[in-house]
């Protein structure tokens, strides 16, 4: 079979079997798949990545110890967890310290024909929902965490930093659930999609609001993000760092201390909210794709997903 291969700064299509199936495992054929900036950030070096990449997905389940996986569609959540340290005893297996992540530590990812996953990370899609919608649940999970983490007041005003692919899913959780959202960023393009589904939109350069937030959330992807989500929030308020990225970050402290801010690291999140918000058709995912192609030409998908202005990429069975 065939499988995306990133190694020294290359995307190559590489053959190699079909992956065995442990047992509480199942196999998985792949449907369709998503680019992130974290592949992308793989792909750049980020944890010395060599490997394959790909952690968003939709899949059909072709062999599983459970029948009532078989041929059904599914997506999966990424950390494989050891389900016996104290960590996952106490429901945090996301943070599980022998933990493999798909295709991104120690366990190939998604792109490529077939591919496992333990079956208690699996959940099954809805029939009515298409592929290229299902493939965002990872994502969408990513901003649904936020709310997990922190109890916001309802209809609080909240600052989204950033318009890329997590700011805009971001924008859109917040807001589908009853907040006044605020998105900045620099393109009116972009900011459109959050902006149809009711999202309060501003195209900013570098000037921002200053303290003017009990929340922000810096999604820009940048290194320069939280020092500018640091100076619009509110003394004694509440940053949440979603960026991910290959560079270190220079960061003045004494704002933080003297005004006494929380910084809250946030990551992956559960699939249950994130499967609901996209059925009810919540979240514009639509006008996210730029485009889709077939796993064998992913080296044009990558291309195309690190050029400026394209969001997301999708990649489909052959």
């Given at each position: 079979?065939?499988?995306?291969?990133?190694?020294?700064?290359?995307?190559?299509?590489?053959?190699?079997?079909?992956?065995?199936?442990?047992?509480?495992?199942?196999?998985?054929?792949?449907?369709?798949?998503?680019?992130?900036?974290?592949?992308?950030?793989?792909?750049?070096?980020?944890?010395?990545?060599?490997?394959?990449?790909?952690?968003?997905?939709?899949?059909?389940?072709?062999?599983?110890?459970?029948?009532?996986?078989?041929?059904?569609?599914?997506?999966?959540?990424?950390?494989?967890?050891?389900?016996?340290?104290?960590?996952?005893?106490?429901?945090?297996?996301?943070?599980?310290?022998?933990?493999?992540?798909?295709?991104?530590?120690?366990?190939?990812?998604?792109?490529?024909?077939?591919?496992?996953?333990?079956?208690?990370?699996?959940?099954?899609?809805?029939?009515?929902?298409?592929?290229?919608?299902?493939?965002?649940?990872?994502?969408?999970?990513?901003?649904?965490?936020?709310?997990?983490?922190?109890?916001?007041?309802?209809?609080?005003?909240i600052a989204v930093l950033g318009d890329g692919k997590l700011g805009l899913l971001i924008s859109q959780v917040l807001h589908s659930t009853g907040h006044v959202v605020h998105q900045f960023g620099r393109h009116q393009d972009k900011l459109r999609i959050a902006q149809r589904m009711g999202v309060q939109t501003e195209t900013v350069g570098k000037a921002v609001p200053l303290a003017a937030y009990g929340y922000v959330v810096d999604a820009t992807g940048s290194s320069g993000g939280l020092s500018q989500a640091v100076r619009m929030t509110r003394p004694r308020g509440t940053v949440f760092l979603k960026s991910t990225i290959h560079?270190?970050?220079?960061?003045?402290?004494?704002?933080?201390?003297?005004?006494?801010?929380?910084?809250?690291?946030?990551?992956?999140?559960?699939?249950?909210?994130?499967?609901?918000?996209?059925?009810?058709?919540?979240?514009?995912?639509?006008?996210?794709?730029?485009?889709?192609?077939?796993?064998?030409?992913?080296?044009?998908?990558?291309?195309?997903?690190?050029?400026?202005?394209?969001?997301?990429?999708?990649?489909?069975?052959?």
């Amino acid at each position: 079979m065939i499988a995306v291969q990133l190694e020294n700064r290359r995307v190559s299509i590489i053959h190699v079997s079909k992956p065995r199936r442990p047992v509480g495992y199942s196999r998985i054929r792949l449907l369709c798949g998503g680019i992130c900036n974290t592949d992308l950030e793989l792909l750049q070096g980020y944890y010395g990545f060599s490997g394959i990449p790909g952690h968003e997905f939709v899949g059909e389940v072709v062999e599983s110890d459970d029948p009532r996986l078989v041929g059904q569609r599914v997506v999966g959540e990424i950390n494989l967890a050891c389900r016996k340290c104290d960590w996952c005893k106490r429901g945090l297996d996301r943070h599980c310290p022998t933990r493999k992540v798909l295709g991104i530590v120690g366990h190939p990812g998604a792109f490529r024909e077939y591919l496992t996953l333990p079956d208690v990370n699996l959940h099954v899609v809805p029939e009515s929902m298409p592929n290229e919608v299902a493939v965002f649940s990872e994502p969408v999970a990513a901003a649904c965490e936020i709310l997990d983490q922190v109890s916001i007041p309802k209809y609080e005003t909240i600052a989204v930093l950033g318009d890329g692919k997590l700011g805009l899913l971001i924008s859109q959780v917040l807001h589908s659930t009853g907040h006044v959202v605020h998105q900045f960023g620099r393109h009116q393009d972009k900011l459109r999609i959050a902006q149809r589904m009711g999202v309060q939109t501003e195209t900013v350069g570098k000037a921002v609001p200053l303290a003017a937030y009990g929340y922000v959330v810096d999604a820009t992807g940048s290194s320069g993000g939280l020092s500018q989500a640091v100076r619009m929030t509110r003394p004694r308020g509440t940053v949440f760092l979603k960026s991910t990225i290959h560079d270190k970050v220079a960061l003045d402290t004494a704002p933080i201390v003297v005004n006494e801010i929380t910084l809250v690291g946030s990551r992956c999140g559960r699939f249950e909210p994130a499967l609901r918000l996209l059925g009810r058709g919540a979240i514009n995912v639509a006008d996210m794709i730029s485009g889709s192609m077939p796993l064998s030409e992913a080296r044009r998908g990558f291309a195309q997903a690190r050029r400026a202005g394209i969001l997301k990429v999708l990649l489909h069975a052959d």
